[in-house]
Structures are given as structure tokens and as C-alpha cells.
């Protein structure tokens, strides 16, 4: 099942949510007023820390880590890697159930 997780427009910001039996908190920082990159922690253990967020690639490289499902950002309207200014509009962050 695919969920859309709301974002806002903000160039920082952190936000829980939970998906099934999971605890997911997502930080996100943007660096040099463009780029953004995420920190994910399921249950309160970290799963990866400073990610670059890129259009369609998965947050979570490897399937050993404690958290069932993936996190990846995608571009409604063409290729771009995500910004905060279109966060939530151009660019929708999506978490996968395996």
C-alpha cells in the first residue's frame, strides 16, 4: 500500500507519523537554499541519517534495517530533484509498505 505523507513548504522541518505497528519520524534539512536531505528513525532507531532526497530513489538503500517499507520523494510534473518551496505540491513524499 502507498501512503502520501503531508509535507510543508518550509526549508526545515520534522514530523511522526505511523504506518501499521511502526513509529516513523522523518527530519528534513535543506542545505544551500536547494537541496534536501532526510533523516529517518523507526521505533526510535535511526535508519539512515542525512540522505540526500532524490527523485524516485528509495530513502532506505538495504532491506536488513529494522523498518518494514520505503520512503521516496517523486516529481509530479517531471524529473527535478525535490525543494522545499514545491514540497507537498510538485513533489510528494511517498512511504511503500513491502
Same mark, same amino acid.
Not at 35 to 59: E, G, K, M, S, W
Not at 90 to 98: G, H, N, Q, T, W
Given at each position: 500500500?502507498?501512503?502520501?505523507? %503531508? !509535507? *510543508? *513548504?518550509?526549508?526545515?522541518? /520534522?514530523?511522526?507519523?505511523?504506518?501499521?505497528? *511502526? /513509529?516513523?519520524?522523518?527530519?528534513?534539512?535543506?542545505?544551500?537554499?536547494?537541496? !534536501?536531505?532526510?533523516?529517518?528513525?523507526?521505533?526510535?532507531?535511526?535508519? @539512515?541519517?542525512?540522505?540526500?532526497?532524490?527523485?524516485? @530513489? %528509495? !530513502?532506505?538503500?538495504?532491506?536488513?534495517? %529494522?523498518? @518494514? =517499507?520505503?520512503?521516496?520523494?517523486?516529481?509530479?510534473? =517531471?524529473?527535478?530533484? %525535490?525543494?522545499?518551496?514545491?514540497? =507537498? /505540491?510538485?513533489?510528494?513524499?511517498?512511504? /511503500?509498505?513491502?
Amino acid at each position: 500500500m502507498l501512503h502520501i505523507i %503531508p !509535507l *510543508q *513548504q518550509t526549508p526545515n522541518q /520534522s514530523l511522526s507519523f505511523n504506518i501499521g505497528t *511502526q /513509529s516513523i519520524h522523518l527530519t528534513l534539512v535543506t542545505r544551500n537554499d536547494k537541496q !534536501l536531505f532526510a533523516t529517518v528513525q523507526a521505533n526510535n532507531q535511526l535508519i @539512515v541519517a542525512n540522505r540526500i532526497c532524490l527523485d524516485a @530513489v %528509495p !530513502l532506505i538503500s538495504v532491506d536488513y534495517l %529494522p523498518i @518494514v =517499507g520505503n520512503l521516496a520523494f517523486f516529481d509530479t510534473q =517531471g524529473k527535478e530533484n %525535490p525543494n522545499y518551496k514545491e514540497l =507537498g /505540491s510538485r513533489f510528494v513524499l511517498v512511504y /511503500s509498505e513491502k
